[in-house]
């Protein structure tokens, strides 16, 4: 019988090895190869490994481009995190409300997620197309035809606040999916909760102040997280809807642009660890949360 | 009064907003259907939003002639690469959930943390890598690099599944003198295919959606759709409504299995968010 169990165990640790050993390599092991390679001065076509310490991160805040980059990703983070947020919750709060036609909003809000931002970008392109006077399309125009002409504004080629009208394609891609979350959030709090505080004598809007708006809140900081480091990640989305412009950087379009368009290879691996740091400092809390959570159930 | 009969409601108001919000979510996909139906001859951004006049495929026939080799590239790097890593993310997350070596607690946290790095953060010695191994360039590299960066939300979704198989099946089958093996293959394998479908479909649109492995890892020879498809939207010679058509063209095969498959879609989404 023990010898049994121990064949088993044997052979769980070989079926679970290969994975284990390539999340290992192509994961520790690459951050640690891309760690040494932003402490190296590699720049060309061949590796070169020679120590500069931390001369690429201190060039890399010394950076007028990079401080674009930072602010490019403040600015996308807020729009993109707080419209999805704001957005799917009363996306949600709408579709708990027993209303006709619930799955199909469901489904339709949902749907952008199944699709690239690659091509949500290349048709956000031409719908945020900036010209003006008789070469105007796109909302823009359909603005126009409207009587909406307070709208009409020069999207992505904004100066400084550009980065927006991105965001606002990244938000319609994404906040079906804070909505489903919330959703489901909703869906787990129990009618008797609502009908007690009802008797109680609270409005429907005390309810959700005082009763649902708290239980969402844990809902609430999954979602910023996951967003969050979306957005610190963006990168096709930009890229698909304005190519690569210096008023639209970002970290990881700058990184991409140096290494394997520069062969700045010291400087890339730089930007990337940094950004692996900034994330892994949203991550890692919520890992061990989620992991802490499941194992007190 | 029948009850069939509707009856008005205030609550009903609500739906004006759902409404907006449909035009809001609609608004691309109208533009990318109409621009597409449209004859080469009737299509000018000053009419962007104008029914087409009739139905034509120009569009999609110049789309489909130009993407035609990279949509055959995703496909044939997208299958194997779903179907791999669901294989390796099942049993994984069979031995993870069933059989608690030590350090399992430990390993697991770990693999996880794969699957929010920021994929910056390997590109330069992952490039490095398929450049030494000659995997550089072609489909198999990218193959590889979609079922290795898969493996920590495959092993998370099977290990979630797996975890609510109750203990009893398992130890029946043991009793009756099943191993390992086989009360991987007889049990749970057959239990668990509603999770291989979930995941199988969450690998197929993530590779399939992919952009940075396939750019940084493909010659143009191999490009997967959607690097063929932002090379066109940045290209001068190919017009926009050809693009609109292609976006379609790119979209179509992730769009119809949301149609179809929705449900397993959505747990995907979820399982992503770590809420199982």
Known sequence: MLKFKNRDTLLSIALVTPS???????????????????????????????????????EL?????????????????????????????????????????????????????????????????????????SRISGLNQLFDSLGLDFLINRWHTTPFWGIAAIAL????????????????????????????????????????????????????????????????????????IAGKQLPLDVPAIYMWQVTFD???????????????????????????????????? | MSALRFRFQWRYLLLLPLLFMTVFYLVPMYVMLVTGFKAFDEVSLKTMWALPRGIAFDNYIEAYQKLAPSLWNSINMVVPAAILSSFL???????????????????????????????????????????????????????????????PITTLTFRNYYATVPKEIIEAARIDGADLIKTYLHILLPLSLPSFVVVLIWQFTSAWNDFLFAVVLTNPD???????????????????????????????????????????????????????
């Open chain 1, 61 to 133: 805040f010394r950076d007028a481009r990079f401080q674009v980059d930072i602010r490019n990703t403040i600015i996308f983070t807020v729009v993109f995190v707080g419209g999805s947020l704001l957005l799917g919750l009363l996306m949600a709060i709408l579709l708990d409300q027993n209303l006709p036609g619930e799955t199909f909003f469901r489904n339709l809000f949902l749907f952008p997620m199944a699709i690239s931002f690659i091509v949500t970008g290349v048709v956000w392109r031409w719908l945020m197309n900036p010209a003006t006077g």
């Open chain 1, 20 to 58: 284990i050993v390539a999340v290992a390599i192509f994961i520790y092991g690459f951050i640690a190869w891309s760690v040494r390679v932003s402490l190296s001065q590699w720049k060309g076509l061949l590796p070169d490994y020679t120590w500069v310490g931390l001369k690429n991160y201190i």
């Open chain 2, 89 to 151: 993310g099942s049993i994984n997350g069979f031995v993870l959930a069933r059989w608690k070596f030590r350090g399992a607690d430990i390993i697991f946290p770990l693999i996880l943390f794969g699957m929010f790095i920021p994929y910056q953060s390997i590109l330069i010695p992952l490039v490095e890598f398929m450049r030494r191994i000659n995997m550089y360039g072609g489909l198999p590299g990218l193959v590889l690099a979609h079922v290795i960066y898969g493996i």
């Open chain 1, 169 to 240: 394609a990244a938000i319609w891609q994404m906040s079906g999916y804070t909505m489903a979350m919330y959703l489901g959030g909703l869906r787990s709090i129990s009618d008797e909760l609502r009908e007690a505080a009802r008797v109680d004598g609270a409005s429907e809007w005390q309810i959700y102040q005082h009763i649902i708006l708290p239980l969402l809140s844990p809902i609430t900081l999954s979602a910023m997280i996951i967003l969050g480091h979306i957005s610190l990640k963006v990168f096709d989305l930009i890229v698909a």
């Open chain 2, 222 to 276: 191999s490009w997967p759709i959607t690097v063929a498809l932002n090379n066109m939207a940045g290209s001068q010679i190919i017009a926009w409504n050809v693009q609109m058509a292609g976006s379609l063209l790119a979209a179509l095969p992730t769009l119809l299995v949301y149609f179809f498959l929705g449900r397993y879609f959505l747990r995907g989404l979820m399982a992503g968010a770590l809420k199982g």
């Open chain 1, 262 to 297: 520069g062969y700045f290879f010291g400087k890339g691996a730089a930007i990337s660890v940094l950004l692996l740091v900034v994330v892994s400092l949203l991550v890692i809390p919520y890992i061990r949360y989620n992991l802490k959570n499941e194992a007190d159930v």
